[in-house]
């Protein structure tokens, strides 16, 4: 049985007092509490102390259509800055859901509570939970109310601090990407006793503002979950979440109460944490601090996933660049890299070439040569090093082609033509080229700069256009490629 406790802020006394009771009573009566601080709903002036603090309220639409079997709502405190309407609208957006106030409300269902002055509030949070798990099973509330006992469980606040620091030095002294200090945070919570603990994010931010509320995305993924101390994952599962289900990863918990955090910055969602509730939650303002402190390391992977999205667009573009309609390929001749021709200068020069020399009784040599790692270079050593590669690359074909016209037509395929008086010149540059590819290879040290390359020879025909001649060459490289 699933029962969710809205709350407003564990900063708050006579809150913390209510769920240390509630948290006795689901252990008492065997039932999974989620208790949810989403502090307050709006109240038009975002009297807050915070501009967004309002986002806190995103964790009460985890409860509607979430497979929660009741929701204990203590609507005075959070609706203390808003309208009756509002409050009403918040108690009745759970629809199909039972929902029990701490106070009374007409029309509504509230805790059954004896005489003023004879419930504290942690009898209140004790009571609210045994009324949920009886209604829940009998469809009624019962009719008296027994006070019962609820003890507390005193942390000290140096405790507290002393795990807040911690955590906190795992992530502002971390030496890798935020992905492994993820885990590195789960094994600080579990050294704390703490064996449920759980981040989960959108794959983007998500824009939440007063004046156009959020609408809960359909799904989240899961950066960690411990459940019971351990990975909650096996190797085949699936760590995307339907929203509405994540409740589900508490039943697999021998723990019976769990608190839910918010993570969001300004005016953006970034998800959820979820932590097994211990004492040390309501030391000071403890809890707030640990939750700003996830927030803090989740922003940073969500920032890193962005950068790492944005050099691959990046990537994207360069190469696109370099391609057929490549802006660069329309601002002059020369290649910005190599210094070189360009694919405008090249067919510019081959063009008056074959005009001016290419005629009966001449040969045409025509060379493509591709840069195959140059995107494996990029991606693991950076553009630089890839730069380099390609200037590399340029020198050596300056040695071999020097006489001829040669540029890079693409951002790693080069192209060559020359016009020969005599038959078999082909072979000598085929054979240079492959002394020069060998050097390059043993050049290239960190890495393999490879060329794969086609040198063409072809005889004068008065139809015979450069079109024609590069691709025939293009087409021997490519079955050339497809062998290699």
């Known amino acids: 049985m ?218 989240i993924s899961s950066k960690k979950i411990m459940v019971d101390g351990e990975d909650y994952f096996s190797d085949t599962d699936s760590k995307i979440f339907d929203t509405k289900e994540i409740f589900r990863i508490f039943e697999k918990s021998s723990e019976n109460v769990f608190i839910l955090g918010d993570l969001y910055v300004d005016e953006f969602q970034l998800g959820i944490m979820f932590s097994s509730f211990a004492p040390l939650m309501l030391t000071g303002n403890f809890f707030d601090s640990f939750t700003g402190i996830i927030t803090g390391l989740s922003r940073i992977f969500i920032l890193e996933k962005e950068l790492a999205r944005t050099s691959k667009e990046l990537y994207e573009v360069q190469e696109e660049l370099a391609r057929d309609d490549s802006v660069l390929d329309h601002i002059g001749d020369q290649d910005y890299l190599t210094g070189g021709l360009n694919r405008r200068g090249f067919f510019a020069k081959a063009y008056d070439l074959l005009k001016e020399q290419f005629k009966a009784g001449k040969y045409a040599i025509v060379a493509y040569i591709y840069m195959e790692s140059l995107k494996r270079i990029n991606e693991i050593f950076g553009h630089e090093e890839g730069d380099r590669a390609v200037k590399m690359v340029a020198e050596i074909l300056d040695e071999v082609f020097g006489n001829c016209v040669y540029g890079r037509i693409r951002g790693n395929e080069f192209a060559v033509i020359t016009i020969a008086d005599e038959d078999g010149t082909v072979e000598s540059l085929r054979e240079e080229m492959a002394n020069q590819n060998n050097r390059l290879l043993a050049r290239s040290g960190r890495y393999i700069n490879r060329l794969q390359y086609s040198i063409c020879e072809f005889s004068y025909e008065e139809d015979f256009s450069l079109r024609e001649m590069l691709k025939e060459t293009d087409e021997n490289l490519q079955r050339l490629k497809g062998n290699g």
């Open 2 to 219: 699933n029962i969710g406790l809205l709350v407003t802020e564990l900063e708050d006394a006579q809150v913390k007092d209510i769920c240390i009771g509630a948290a006795q009573a689901a252990r008492d009566k065997d039932v999974k509490l989620i208790i949810i601080p989403g502090k307050y709903i709006d109240d038009d002036k975002n009297d807050y102390g915070s501009p967004y603090s309002y986002q806190n309220a995103a964790l009460f639409d985890y409860c509607v259509s979430s497979g929660m079997d009741a929701v204990i709502i203590d609507v005075d405190r959070i609706g203390s800055k808003s309208t009756i309407l509002k409050r009403e609208a918040l108690l009745d957006k759970f629809e199909g859901i039972p929902v029990i106030t701490l106070s009374k409300h007409e029309d509504y269902l509230s805790v059954n509570i004896p005489e003023a002055g004879q419930m504290s509030a942690s009898h209140l949070g004790y009571e609210a939970v045994c009324d949920a798990a009886i209604y829940v099973r009998d469809g009624k509330l019962p009719d008296t109310q027994k006070i019962r006992e609820v003890s507390k469980q005193e942390v000290s606040e140096k405790e507290a601090m002393l795990f807040l620091r911690c955590v906190s030095e795992l992530v502002f002294e971390r030496t890798h990407k935020a992905d492994g200090c993820f885990e590195s945070i789960l094994g600080a919570v579990k050294e704390r006793g703490i064996n449920d603990f759980g981040i989960l994010l959108y794959d983007k931010k998500v824009r939440n503002t007063v004046k156009y509320p959020w609408i809960l995305p359909d799904t």
